[in-house]
């Protein structure tokens, strides 16, 4: 249980999307979105090279402080040995880093629609604490809730990642890949069509 904790808690950490929806719907009430709509770019790819450039650079110091966790509280710490499954986990993490980073963005941009989206931003935030297995372990939950959470992304972006690498649920690993490339395919043409269409409401006052 403290390993998958530590481990969950750096994967934690290292996801740093949040701030993506929190910059756009500032940008887009405060009128200074419009620099990234006269820049030829892609407005979600910058974001999500923002947001993984940023990741990159604390994940040294989040590993740092996960290890010196480990030797303070003296932890017999779990990890799995499992080459193919240690690759498989940083296929996941990426996977829902990217993913995570989309969700925010579609959030970001509902702001072209609604002045204030704190309220969406809440209960995201509250509801991917807990589906993630940020605060406890999926596996404490009745088998038909973590059924269901098997659907959905949010399992695979915090939680099977974490139980991959203390060696357990191995057999889910090639599942997580799956099913969170295909959550990523599905939300390319949902933010496209969602920022085309939300767009034209913007009346931007510079850049």
Not at 135 to 164: E, G, H, K, N, Q
Request: glycine fraction near 6%; include cysteine.
């Amino acid at each position: 249980m403290l390993s998958y904790y530590t481990i969950s808690s750096f994967l934690s950490q290292i996801e740093m999307s949040e701030r993506v929806s929190s910059e756009i719907s500032s940008r887009i009430r405060g009128g200074t979105f419009s620099k990234y709509m006269v820049i030829p770019l892609n407005v979600q790819g910058h974001f999500l090279a923002q947001t993984i450039g940023t990741s990159a650079f604390y994940i040294m110091f989040n590993l740092i402080a996960a290890v010196i966790w480990v030797f303070i509280f003296h932890i017999q710490f779990a990890f799995t040995t499992n080459v193919v499954i240690i690759l498989s986990v940083i296929c996941m993490i990426l996977l829902g880093l990217v993913f995570m980073v989309q969700l925010n963005f579609f959030l970001g941009i509902l702001t072209f629609k609604f002045q204030d989206i704190s309220l969406f931003l809440m209960i995201k935030n509250n509801l991917v604490a807990f589906i993630t297995g940020t605060l406890i372990p999926l596996s404490l939950l009745p088998d038909i809730l973590v059924a269901i959470m098997r659907i959905l992304p949010f399992y695979y972006v915090t939680y099977l990642p974490s139980m991959l690498l203390i060696g357990q649920n191995s057999s889910e690993a090639g599942i997580g890949i799956i099913t969170l490339s295909i959550w990523v395919l599905l939300f390319i043409p949902i933010n496209k069509i969602t920022y085309d269409r939300l767009r034209v409401r913007f009346d931007g006052v510079g850049i």
